[in-house]
């Protein structure tokens, strides 16, 4: 049955619409459905000729009609606002042209063709028929809507409509059916253009008046009565989306061959490929393929997002015109990350034929500033000479308190939407947690310097744009024990599974458990040991145990904690979100060169530690303690939870109670460094090559001293080893003097070394983040009764006017740079929104 219903572009692709077989006649005796009415054109029917004319019965042949005073027909569909409708086909000798024909076909108002031109397509003895037959087998062989006679017309046969790229000018005009538009055209064209057959738009050529027809397409009701979503040719989505049908990913069948086999997209195939795009960073990975889940910052390429839903609700019902658009500028921005990507680059590249390509370009810039606002495209360290957002979306002036991953990320988005932005830094230098050092003759980390998971990482967008290439951590981590003998790989690879298998039961035993209900990991962890032990009739031996506890100082590492304070229930509350995936790199030139590009042009005031913040106000007032105020619409606070949790800002009024108690129930994570620079590197027969190697602790006592040793340039000459101090290790050095410590961490490398010769090391350097003023702390973790909801009670603004970004409000990725920074980005989207 010929139906006005559009075939879905439905974006799960779930369901195929009915195919017509072609012995179906959609003649005039055929039931139609119009807007929810159904017609039949054999009853009678009452239209509303015009003036002098007769209402009479419709009789029964077309022959009748064309010979009735009846010159015109309106358009069926309900609404439509064509009273005299035109056949933009004109493909049949007998085409209506603007007369009258037995039935209008709706495109959309302003778009239909006659069924004179329906015939000379879909009846088998015209001279058309071939034509839509051979478009059919290719739909249907890529595709999966309805190959139907309107999807051929609006895909094959309107006209290309393309605006002048004169400034002064921008009107829109058609194109002749025969010109095939391609992005160097729309990105040259000029009214009376004059190549090929494009038409000629007169003498006067952009003072001709534009077609009244462009001037609908802007009203909202005009999108609600297209009969067909958009399906666009030739985007820069295709080469991500082949494994997706088409039409489900607003690309049309007939423009987009799949590479992949009709069996393959149908099958339910259990391993999701990425597509190898050349030049494309292989960690760019925007998109889902199918079957896919699991990834963070990544988008469903067939659906809408919460967020998206939200702010473009219009296309919940079809969201075709949507993922058309969005999929091609995730597309463009990750294919070119080094340049603002713009509305008119990405309207270049919507090939789609008839009067929706001028609504598509101009939906191009609510989509493109939506994705702007949210941190998606046009972020990073990019660096903008024109604000990237319109001026509704900028606040006045903001200030931002401490000049950290997260602040900076802040401060650049909100620079680059067109805010003024102040930024305050309490210390000397800017990067707060992040601080390398260059002593030793190679970039060390004092804090973070490792990216866990780059696939779709900020860091690795960054490192892109600047030119920084990454060094991917090698898996092999040779554990040896103190005498210098390396541990069977069999036995660490089963204590390891028994570690696991501890940590699966502690997840199962906390599925039905309260808050209140909660109890320190540590007790946890010993506790299900204890009882497997026991149960098993097993015994570990001796090595067994070491490295049993080689394991638990890594999750301490993790943690940044001893687990006597880490909550059982809510220690890895992350993982319940989407999480980076792919390589664990280092950086060797460090984390600062990022964040020095990202302050690039920021207006950054050091040694400017604040100590009040009233927001009583309609401004708020920043005081420091030196006494200089500052006042701004919005405040943002990125400082450590360290100095929430001890008050060293004065909030005028107090903040909230819900926000003071989640503020308390995370515990501030500690975690030292040790560099030693040697004269040569006296590791390279045992180590070969790996990026690291572990030491089994001779006893729990030990455990966190000095677990793994980092080479921080295996491949090169330089001899420069980097090791962790964690758990109840980090208190017991706190005191000792730096030489004492790097002594305890000279006779472990002897000990792993016994069989040579260890020299001293020439330099060296020994972090101290527990003293350190402005941080106090490395990283935030949930303390025993707490839960990750803290996280999302921190990031929550107050009142409008202050705002919280930094690694402890970010839920879904804490402890990290990445997570810091993103909140960061996430703070700048929600003041714009504001």
């Known amino acids: 049955m010929l139906s006005d219903a559009d075939y879905s572009g439905n974006a799960s692709g779930a369901r195929r619409a009915r195919k017509r077989s072609s012995g179906e006649s959609p003649g005039d005796g055929q039931t139609l459905r119009s807007s929810g009415r159904q017609i039949n054109v054999r009853v009678k029917r009452t239209n509303n000729p015009p003036p002098g004319q007769s209402k009479r019965k419709a009789t029964d042949t077309e022959e009748e009609d064309d010979q009735s005073e009846k010159k015109y027909r309106k358009c069926e569909k309900a609404g439509c606002s064509a009273t005299y409708p035109v056949c933009f086909a004109s493909a049949s000798e007998r085409c209506a042209k603007n007369g009258y024909t037995s039935r209008w076909y709706h495109l959309s108002c302003g778009e239909h063709f006659c069924n004179e031109c329906f015939d000379h397509y879909y009846r088998s003895h015209k001279d058309g028929y071939e034509i839509f037959a051979s478009w059919k087998k290719v739909w249907t062989s890529n595709g999966k809507s309805e190959p139907s006679l309107k999807a051929f017309m609006a895909d094959q046969q309107l006209p290309f409509w393309v605006q002048c790229t004169k400034p002064d000018c921008r009107k829109w005009r058609q194109l002749t059916k025969e010109i095939q538009l391609t992005a160097s055209l729309a990105a040259t064209y000029r009214c009376g253009m004059k190549f090929n057959n494009i038409k000629t738009e007169g003498p006067d050529q952009?003072?001709?008046?534009?077609?009244?027809?462009?001037?609908?397409?802007?009203?909202?009701?005009?999108?609600?009565?297209?009969?067909?979503?958009?399906?666009?040719?030739?985007?820069?989505?295709?080469?991500?989306?082949?494994?997706?049908?088409?039409?489900?990913?607003?690309?049309?069948?007939?423009?987009?061959?799949?590479?992949?086999?009709?069996?393959?997209?149908?099958?339910?195939?259990?391993?999701?490929?990425?597509?190898?795009?050349?030049?494309?960073?292989p960690y760019f990975q925007p998109f889902y393929q199918p079957n896919e889940c699991g990834k963070a910052l990544c988008v469903r390429p067939d659906m809408m997002e919460l967020d998206e839903l939200y702010e473009f609700p219009e296309f919940s019902r079809d969201p075709t015109m949507y993922l058309a658009l969005r999929n091609l500028i995730l597309a463009s921005w990750h294919k070119n990350c080094k340049e603002m990507l713009t509305s008119q680059k990405c309207a270049l590249h919507i090939i789609v034929r008839g009067l929706v390509r001028v609504r598509c370009v101009q939906e191009m810039d609510r989509v493109l500033n939506f994705m702007t606002r949210k941190g998606l495209i046009n972020t990073g360290v990019l660096s903008v000479k024109q604000p990237l957002l319109p001026e509704r979306y900028r606040s006045k002036n903001v200030i931002v308190i401490g000049a950290g991953a997260s602040g900076l990320a802040a401060a650049r988005q909100l620079q680059n939407f067109g805010t003024q932005v102040v930024l305050l830094e309490a210390r000397e230098r800017i990067g707060g947690r992040v601080w390398d050092d260059t002593s030793l003759g190679v970039t060390v980390g004092r804090g973070a310097q490792i990216v866990n998971g780059c696939v779709n990482n900020p860091i690795a967008l960054m490192c892109e744009q600047i030119g920084i290439k990454m060094h991917k951590l090698g898996e092999r981590c040779d554990l040896f024990q103190e005498g210098g003998q390396a541990t069977d790989p069999s036995i660490d690879k089963r204590m390891d599974f028994h570690f696991n298998a501890i940590l699966d039961v502690v997840s199962e035993w906390r599925k039905d458990k309260s808050q209140n209900?909660?109890?320190?990991?540590?007790?946890?962890?010993?506790?299900?040991?204890?009882?497997?032990?026991?149960?098993?009739?097993?015994?570990?031996?001796?090595?067994?145990?070491?490295?049993?506890?080689?394991?638990?100082?890594?999750?301490?590492y993790a943690c940044g904690s001893t687990l006597d304070q880490v909550s059982a229930r809510s220690w890895d509350h992350n993982e319940f979100f989407a999480q980076f995936s792919g390589d664990h790199t280092l950086l060797t030139k460090g984390y600062s060169v990022?964040?020095?590009?990202?302050?690039?042009?920021?207006?950054?005031?050091?040694?400017?530690?604040?100590?009040?913040?009233?927001?009583?106000?309609?401004?708020?007032?920043?005081?420091?303690?030196?006494?200089?105020?500052?006042?701004?619409?919005?405040?943002?606070?990125?400082?450590?939870?360290?100095?929430?949790?001890?008050?060293?800002?004065?909030?005028?009024?107090?903040?909230?109670?819900?926000?003071?108690?989640?503020?308390?129930?995370?515990?501030?994570?500690?975690?030292?460094?040790?560099?030693?620079?040697?004269?040569?590197?006296?590791?390279?027969?045992?180590?070969q090559g790996a990026d690291y190697f572990g030491h089994i602790p001779p006893g729990p006592d030990k455990r966190g001293m000095f677990s793994v040793f980092y080479d921080m340039e295996p491949q090169g000459k330089q001899a420069v080893l980097m090791s962790v101090i964690t758990g109840d290790a980090v208190p017991a050095v706190r005191d000792m003097e730096d030489k004492e410590v790097v002594d305890e961490c000279m006779k472990v490398l002897r000990e792993l070394f016994k069989e040579q010769e260890v020299p001293e090391p020439l330099h060296f350097f020994i972090t101290h983040w527990s003293k350190d003023t402005w941080s106090q702390m490395s990283y935030s973790f949930v303390k025993t009764g707490g839960s990750g909801e803290a996280y999302d009670i921190l990031a929550e603004d107050v009142q409008g006017k202050v705002f919280f970004a930094g690694e402890a409000t970010n839920r879904h990725f804490p402890q990290t740079v990445t997570g810091a920074y993103l909140s960061g980005v996430r703070e700048a989207s929600k003041m714009a929104a504001m």
């Open 517 to 556: 209900q909660d109890t320190p990991l540590g007790e946890k962890v010993q506790e299900v040991k204890k009882n497997f032990l026991q149960e098993s009739g097993i015994q570990f031996s001796e090595l067994e145990e070491k490295v049993l506890q080689f394991h638990l100082s890594n999750l301490e």
């Open 594 to 687: 990022l964040l020095h590009k990202l302050a690039e042009g920021l207006d950054v005031r050091t040694k400017c530690p604040v100590q009040a913040i009233d927001y009583s106000g309609d401004v708020v007032k920043v005081t420091s303690s030196n006494g200089s105020q500052w006042t701004a619409q919005k405040v943002l606070v990125t400082v450590p939870l360290t100095l929430l949790q001890k008050n060293s800002i004065q909030f005028n009024p107090p903040l909230p109670e819900r926000k003071l108690k989640a503020i308390h129930s995370l515990g501030v994570g500690i975690i030292e460094k040790i560099a030693l620079q040697f004269p040569y590197r006296f590791w390279d027969n045992k180590i």
């Open 206 to 281: 952009c003072s001709q008046p534009e077609d009244l027809r462009v001037a609908e397409v802007t009203d909202s009701w005009w999108h609600s009565m297209l009969i067909l979503p958009p399906l666009f040719k030739e985007s820069p989505a295709s080469p991500f989306l082949s494994a997706y049908y088409p039409d489900c990913v607003g690309m049309s069948p007939s423009g987009s061959p799949s590479n992949v086999s009709l069996s393959e997209l149908r099958g339910d195939h259990c391993r999701a490929v990425q597509p190898q795009i050349p030049g494309l960073c």
